[in-house]
């Protein structure tokens, strides 16, 4: 495992030396695109319900019917500053997620960073300043024992990495920690999973930071995020910010029928 994360890291930093001048097929169409990356049309067919979408909400944003109340962060206490999504868990984009997550392509962490940096520079009319102050620390959300089993590795990990890498920022991978859980958050609805998440990351020491980044790959309810800001905040973190690689719409949620 270790050797593997070794050569990972060290074709990554190939891959982003010479991702100017290479050429690979785009995971999604095949045609050429930059090394590692998805060709401009397929930028634009992955990126385009988050750019075009009228009402979201300027916290999580969860695309809204109306500029209405956002409902994952109605009556909740504002641990979290800001997400930023680098697209809707959507047709085509799902089926990298799925690829990425389930069928162990790691090498589209690669692909999935530089949609997420383009949607930071959406949300940053000082790039190259991005929204927090520069430096800021990455902090993956741990996946639970059940996953890493399953998949060998953690998705907001690999990605944090790639990101990092493109922000300049460190990445610490011993910040937050996860309690043992018996229930997979995918199968719950979201009352359900606000109800398992609530105590579920904790911080080894104190965190005397004035910000910090924390980065997953999926945002469905908010609640993961939410706890593991909650644990940040109490470690001493004065404010949290997060970037996901997707955002899933309120059709496609289990709990889309619930008020």
């Known amino acids: 495992m270790r050797e593997n994360r070794f050569f990972s890291t060290r074709l990554s930093a190939i891959r982003d030396r010479f991702a100017g001048t290479l050429l690979t097929p785009c995971p999604l169409c095949g045609d050429s695109a930059p090394c590692?990356?998805?060709c401009?049309?397929?930028v634009q067919d992955v990126r385009h319900s988050m750019c075009h979408h009228q009402w979201?909400?300027?916290?999580c944003a969860l695309a809204l019917?109306?500029?209405?109340?956002c409902p994952d962060c109605a009556g909740r206490p504002a641990s979290l500053e800001k997400v930023i999504a680098?697209?809707?868990?959507?047709s085509p984009a799902d089926s990298l997620i799925l690829r990425y997550k389930n069928a162990?392509?790691?090498?589209?962490?690669?692909?999935?960073a530089a949609l997420a940096l383009a949607a930071i520079k959406d949300h940053s009319p000082d790039w190259p300043l991005p929204p927090w102050p520069m430096g800021t620390p990455l902090i993956p959300v741990p996946g639970s024992r059940a996953s890493l089993q399953r998949r060998g590795f953690n998705p907001a990990s690999e990605f944090a990495v790639q990101l990092g890498r493109r922000l300049g920022s460190p990445v610490l991978q011993t910040t937050l920690y996860r309690e043992p859980d018996s229930l997979k958050q995918s199968t719950l609805n979201r009352q359900q999973r606000q109800a398992n998440t609530a105590h579920l990351y904790y911080c080894a020491r104190n965190m005397p930071e004035p910000c910090a980044l924390l980065v997953d790959d999926v945002l469905t309810t908010g609640s993961t995020l939410q706890a593991a800001a909650?644990?940040?905040?109490?470690a001493g973190v004065r404010r949290v910010y997060a970037v996901v690689i997707a955002r899933t719409p309120m059709e496609e949620r289990p709990d889309r029928h619930l008020a």
């Open 36 to 38: 590692g990356q998805l």
């Open 40 to 42: 401009a049309g397929c």
């Open 56 to 59: 979201r909400c300027p916290r």
């Open 65 to 69: 019917p109306a500029n209405a109340a």
């Open 86 to 90: 680098a697209f809707d868990y959507v």
């Open 104 to 112: 162990r392509q790691l090498h589209l962490a690669t692909c999935f």
């Open 230 to 234: 909650t644990a940040l905040r109490a």
